[in-house]
């Protein structure tokens, strides 16, 4: 649901209201209980993620994660295999 700002014309009581989209807008004042309520013009409709984080990958499939698995055993085998010619060319 979003979040909606609205403003008092008389009062100039100022709040955040969580309605529907499909709800009317409010028009009775909460604070001065005239019908003087005013809903502001937001900065548009924007998702908000709130939390400790959301990564790209917290949600892919299981083959997605075991072609990944490969891929990484592959580069250090082969990262292995590097450290050893090293070795033993010195």
Not at 22 to 30: G, L, Q, T, V
Not at 39 to 51: D, E, N, S
Not at 63 to 86: F, L, P, V
């Amino acid at each position: 649901m979003p979040t909606y700002d609205y403003v008092c014309e008389a009062c100039d009581h100022q709040f955040e209201l969580f309605q529907s989209i499909k709800a009317s807008p409010k028009r009775k004042c909460p604070e001065c209980s005239r019908v003087k309520l005013r809903r502001l013009i937001g900065p548009g409709a924007a998702i908000v993620f709130k939390g400790s984080g959301f990564y790209k990958t917290d949600y892919r499939s299981e083959s997605y994660k075991k072609a990944a698995a490969a891929e990484k055993k592959i580069a250090s085998d082969t990262a292995g295999k590097s450290k050893d010619k090293k070795k033993a060319e010195k």
